[in-house]
């Protein structure tokens, strides 16, 4: 059980820009609500109150430079978002649990208790009433001490490179440190605006069509009532060379794969075991059709490049050709991963990008048709996005710097998400791990339908 001993509303230490702030279309395309997650520390400082008094110092005048984040997000009559940077602050709580930290086992979103450990957000409260960012501090019980960081980010404001950048830099000012010019926010989100007039796009931008359903299926509500879990799946170095080693021998196991192209990448090769394990445990037709979808930063793909620590989501949404279940659980390892690089280089293509701008632009007043919507618990509805079963959506954090994140506290020793995804999901991360490549180890954060989860577990490691 966890006790609220204090909530603070933190406004900007100095006066800040008032007014609206221009949000892309990129940043229309996310729910509206706040996305989970945590950071644990394994201090053992005593004084939580401290802790907190410098992190909510540090906190107003972060937000001199991250002044965004202490407005608020209003509708416009066309259905667009808008951000009212008026200071109405960001919210910091202070909280104690009775438990310690061993009680919360791995604090994975499955176990017991990881929700008190959020800040709590009404979402019957009109929208132009809720904070953008929230913080909470929790210290556990007991000789070992410890504390928890939850957060929670609207999606709107930034992608996660966005939230993680912002929350090192918190984090620096915590402890201590400056800031260098180098690290301050690049606000202005004019460099993604859409071509003017608006130009028809160029390529045929099925990552934002419907994806396939199960053969005899019309809508996937049926996909959508099923529960999901979690499951945290670490990988060492050798099972990632073992991956990258199978993605390069042929069909017949006599030689490598295509060795004119380079060799796959982490991600290319664990985001193809995902697949072809997900294919085999949901034990659909063989020719189910099935795509990977998932997001792409943008930032250095742009031409120019978007600027230095632009701050807002620049991600390029992307899917790969469709397949049909038989070719990725027979075919070897490679074409798995050959599609997942197709996807990725469409969207490498600075042409693709800007045509897949005017696409969203073109959606104007009609927001509804693409963004993804906030649906309260036990919603379900055929129109809205839907990524499971017979598919899967994939994200990488690899480059993230979650462990950057030191207080004061030293570095987190867990990072990841606070809730499960209501669809099949998976985020490949790095985690802290001394025996690990550099210090880490790759693992995988899985969201996946409770009656299959079992099978993807065998297959995930069997076929390693």
Request: proline share 7%; with cysteine; hydrophobic share 35%.
């Amino acid at each position: 059980m966890v006790t609220i001993l204090g909530t603070h509303t933190v406004i900007p230490k100095e006066e800040t820009p008032k007014g609206l702030l221009w949000l892309s279309d990129n940043d229309q395309l996310w729910r509206w609500s706040h996305t989970p997650s945590i950071y644990v520390y394994k201090s053992k400082q005593n004084n939580n109150t401290v802790l907190v008094e410098r992190m909510r110092d540090s906190l107003s005048e972060i937000l001199v430079h991250y002044y965004p984040l202490a407005g608020r997000l209003n509708w416009t009559a066309g259905g667009r978002l808008e951000l009212d940077c008026n200071a109405n602050g960001a919210l910091l709580l202070e909280a104690e649990s009775k438990k310690s930290m061993a009680e919360y086992g791995d604090f994975t979103p499955n176990q017991p208790g990881i929700k008190e450990l959020i800040p709590a957000v009404d979402y019957s409260r009109q929208m132009n009433e809720l904070p953008l960012f929230l913080a909470q501090v929790t210290k556990f019980h007991g000789g070992d001490g410890g504390f928890a960081v939850g957060i929670l980010w609207s999606h709107p404001l930034g992608d996660g490179l966005a939230a993680i950048r912002f929350i090192n830099s918190w984090a620096k000012l915590t402890r201590g440190a400056k800031l260098d010019p180098s690290e301050l926010p690049f606000l202005d989100r004019s460099a993604l605006k859409s071509t003017e007039p608006l130009t028809s796009p160029r390529f045929d931008h099925r990552e934002f069509k419907p994806l396939p359903l199960i053969l005899g299926r019309t809508d996937n509500i049926e996909e959508q009532k099923k529960k999901t879990t979690f499951a945290l799946l670490k990988l060492t170095s050798e099972h990632v060379q073992k991956l990258k080693k199978n993605a390069i021998v042929t069909e017949n196991g006599n030689g490598p794969h295509n060795q004119s192209q380079r060799p796959y990448s982490r991600f290319e090769v664990i985001s193809a075991h995902i697949w072809r394990c997900a294919c085999k445990a949901r034990n659909l037709e063989e020719n189910q059709p099935t795509v990977v979808k998932f997001n792409v930063d943008i930032r250095n793909r742009m031409n120019p490049p978007l600027p230095q620590n632009y701050f807002g989501n620049a991600l390029g949404p992307t899917v790969t050709p469709t397949c049909y279940l038989k070719e990725i659980t027979s075919q070897p390892i490679s074409y798995a991963a050959q599609k997942i690089r197709e996807a990725v280089k469409k969207v490498s293509n600075h042409e693709f990008v800007k045509s897949q701008m005017d696409y969203v632009a073109g959606f104007e007043n009609r927001w509804d048709l693409i963004r993804t919507p906030y649906l309260e618990k036990g919603e379900y509805r055929a129109d809205v996005p839907f990524f499971g079963n017979p598919n899967i959506i994939l994200g990488s954090w690899m480059s993230m710097p979650f462990y950057e994140a030191d207080f004061g506290l030293g570095k987190p020793f867990y990072f990841g998400p606070a809730g499960v995804c209501p669809y099949d999901r998976a985020v490949i991360a790095l985690m802290p791990d001394e025996d690990g490549d550099n210090g880490y180890a790759v693992v995988v954060y899985m969201h996946f339908q409770v009656e299959h989860m079992k099978d993807f577990i065998k297959y995930f490691w069997e076929d390693i």
